[in-house]
C-alpha cells in the first residue's frame, strides 16, 4: 500500500514567495495532520482535518499560513508571503479518525527560505 | 492540554546493551501512547504503541510499559544494535481526541 504521499520533497525559494505544500493521505484514512519540525521547536502540530472539515488550526503560527482540504484524498498547506524563519521540515501525516489509532507520516518537505 | 515530556533527552549505550527512554504525561484522560523512531533526514515511523487497557506491549527487541497511576510510559530496546541509534518520539492522546501531543525526543547513540 502507498503510505502518505508528500510533494514537493524540497523546496527552495526566496522570501515573498508564495509556497505551496501538498500531501496524499492513506486511501480510507479520514483523518489528516500538519506538522512543522525544526531543532528549536522539535515536532508541531500546525492544524488538522477530520473528514476534510478542519478542527483546530490553533497551531498555525500566522495568517501567512493556510490549509485546505478539498476532497478526502488532497490537501494543501500554503504560505504566503514566506520568511526565513519558515524554513523547516513539514510533515503530513494521516490516520483512521479514532482516538487509539496511530498516524503515518510522510517522508516530509524541506523547506529552505532565501 | 496534554504535556508530554521525555527523559533523558540524550542516551548513549554500549552495542547489545538495553536502553529506556522514559515519558511522562498530564492528563489522565489520555489512551493511547504510540512510540516513533526517527533517522536522520527521515520521516517518524511508528514502531509499537500501547493502549490505556493494557500494561505492558512487546515486539521482539522493543517493549513499551505503561503506569497509567503514575502518568509515564516507557519503551525498552533489548540488544541493542547501531541500526537503532535514532531520535525517539513519545506521544499521548486524549480519549475522544485523535489529535497527538508529542514529546521533544530522545536521541539514542549505540556504540559499536
Known amino acids: 500500500d502507498a503510505g502518505v504521499i508528500q510533494s514537493p520533497r524540497h523546496e527552495v525559494t526566496e522570501m515573498g514567495q508564495e509556497v505551496t505544500l501538498r500531501c496524499k493521505p492513506i486511501?480510507?484514512?479520514?483523518?489528516l495532520f500538519w506538522y512543522r519540525q525544526t531543532m528549536m521547536r522539535g515536532l508541531e502540530l500546525l492544524i488538522y482535518f477530520n473528514n476534510n472539515v478542519p478542527i483546530d488550526d490553533s497551531g498555525m503560527p500566522e495568517d501567512r499560513f493556510s490549509a485546505k482540504m478539498p476532497n478526502a484524498s488532497f490537501s494543501t498547506l500554503k504560505i504566503q508571503p514566506s520568511e526565513p524563519r519558515d524554513s523547516a521540515v513539514y510533515f503530513c501525516?494521516?490516520?483512521?479518525?479514532?482516538?487509539?489509532?496511530?498516524?503515518?507520516f510522510g517522508d516530509g518537505t524541506r523547506l529552505s527560505i532565501l | 492540554g496534554e504535556n508530554v515530556e521525555q527523559h533523558p533527552s540524550t542516551l548513549s549505550v554500549q552495542e547489545g546493551d538495553s536502553a529506556v527512554i522514559k515519558c511522562t504525561y498530564s492528563?489522565?484522560?489520555?489512551?493511547?501512547f504510540p512510540w516513533y523512531k526517527q533517522e536522520l533526514g527521515k520521516r517518524p515511523q511508528l514502531i509499537i504503541d500501547?493502549?490505556?487497557?493494557?500494561g505492558e506491549k512487546k515486539d521482539q527487541r522493543i517493549a513499551v510499559t505503561l503506569n497509567k497511576t503514575a502518568k509515564h510510559f516507557s519503551l525498552h530496546i533489548t540488544e541493542t544494535q547501531p541500526e537503532d541509534s535514532a531520535v525517539y518520539f513519545c506521544a499521548a492522546t486524549l480519549y475522544g481526541n485523535n489529535r497527538l501531543a508529542f514529546g521533544k525526543g530522545n536521541q539514542v547513540v549505540v556504540i559499536p
Open positions: 501525516a494521516s490516520s483512521f479518525f479514532d482516538s487509539n489509532q496511530p498516524q503515518h
Open positions: 500501547i493502549r490505556s487497557n493494557v
Open positions: 486511501s480510507g484514512h479520514n483523518s
Open positions: 492528563d489522565s484522560a489520555s489512551n493511547y
